[in-house]
């Protein structure tokens, strides 16, 4: 059996002039629970939909668990849940989960897949009348109708509130447990950086970087510096052109009394801070967090390629 559930192979695809998806090649195993971060436009929806089989790659090959994605699909290997397209309107939550379970080779009870997904108290309701919310978590139960292998979720946890997703990141932790691979694209970097065993980085269809959090954390180089400084003697704002000529800064943001820093060498630039003159207050020094890692390292690459 093989070891790899999703492999790019130097896939490329195209819309006229624009190239979405650039020579991506990767592998996914079993049991991983991947995140796919990205800018608008980096080719995540893309990258999801050429695993699905919805579109056919320019160049290159994918496979999943070692066939096409639509043969992956129709052996009911592949539950998806999407952003794109909606729902069947009246009909209700159960009926369309009932749906769901008939139609795919390895179905649950209807029962278990709703009380999963957390929607048993709803499963009468037209969902058309649905929330957002609650939209999501019946798109949530399609997905996992069935004892599927694989589990793609497009920005799962959208219109849900704080309890509803850590509920549904529960249970996708379960999944994964169970041997399942879990591969979702979010704009929550949080929610990346707490679930996710290993974060993919998209940018302009290229695969920028490829790690656990914490060696993406890592691979931005930069750390994060803030302190206080006392107003001037007027009670008027800070200068702030000594701050933005020290060394090895990335960026800056004084905001009162407290200056925020990024600097690629933090002890040249703390250092340098005190030859100043100036006396910070309150001062710490900590690594990047994973949203300002994933900006410091797209906005590099953008520098970089204009």
């Given at each position: 059996m093989t070891t790899t559930a999703v492999g790019f192979d130097q896939v490329s695809k195209s819309y006229g002039s624009v190239r979405a998806v650039d020579g991506l090649t990767l592998a996914l195993h079993p049991g991983e629970t991947v995140a796919l971060l990205g800018p608008n436009g980096a080719g995540k929806s893309t990258t999801l939909d050429l695993l699905l089989g919805l579109k056919q790659p320019d160049a290159g090959t994918v496979r999943v668990f070692g066939t096409g994605p639509r043969e992956a699909i129709v052996a009911g290997?592949?539950?998806?849940?999407?952003?794109?397209?909606?729902?069947?309107?009246?009909?209700?939550?159960?009926?369309?989960?009932?749906?769901?379970?008939?139609?795919h080779p390895k179905p649950y009870k209807v029962s278990d897949v709703l009380a999963r997904a957390g929607i048993a108290q709803i499963a009468d309701r037209k969902v058309n009348k649905l929330s957002g919310g609650q939209a999501q978590r019946v798109r949530f139960a399609l997905a996992t109708a069935g004892d599927s292998d694989l589990i793609?979720?497009?920005?799962?946890?959208?219109?849900?509130?704080?309890?509803?997703?850590?509920?549904?990141?529960?249970?996708?932790?379960?999944?994964?447990?169970?041997?399942?691979?879990?591969?979702?694209?979010?704009?929550?970097?949080?929610?990346?950086?707490?679930?996710?065993?290993?974060?993919?980085?998209?940018?302009?269809?290229?695969?920028l970087a490829d790690g656990t959090a914490a060696e993406i954390k890592a691979k931005a180089g930069a750390r994060r510096i803030s302190f206080d400084l006392d107003l001037d003697r007027d009670g008027g704002a800070i200068d702030a052109v000594p701050l933005r000529n020290l060394p090895f800064l990335t960026s800056i943001d004084v905001s009162g009394q407290t200056v925020r820093i990024q600097s690629s060498d933090a002890d040249a630039t703390v250092h340098a801070l005190y030859g100043l003159g100036v006396y910070p207050r309150n001062l710490e020094v900590a690594g990047l967090g994973l949203e300002q890692a994933f900006v410091a390292i797209t906005e590099a690459e953008e520098a970089r390629t204009s």
């Open positions: 290997r592949v539950g998806a849940m999407l952003q794109s397209g909606g729902l069947m309107d009246e009909v209700t939550a159960e009926e369309l989960v009932r749906l769901a379970c008939a139609l793609v979720l497009d920005e799962p946890t959208t219109g849900m509130d704080v309890s509803a997703r850590q509920a549904f990141w529960s249970t996708m932790r379960e999944q994964a447990d169970q041997g399942r691979t879990v591969l979702f694209a979010t704009h929550y970097l949080e929610e990346a950086d707490a679930i996710a065993d290993r974060v993919l980085v998209l940018h302009r269809g290229r695969l």
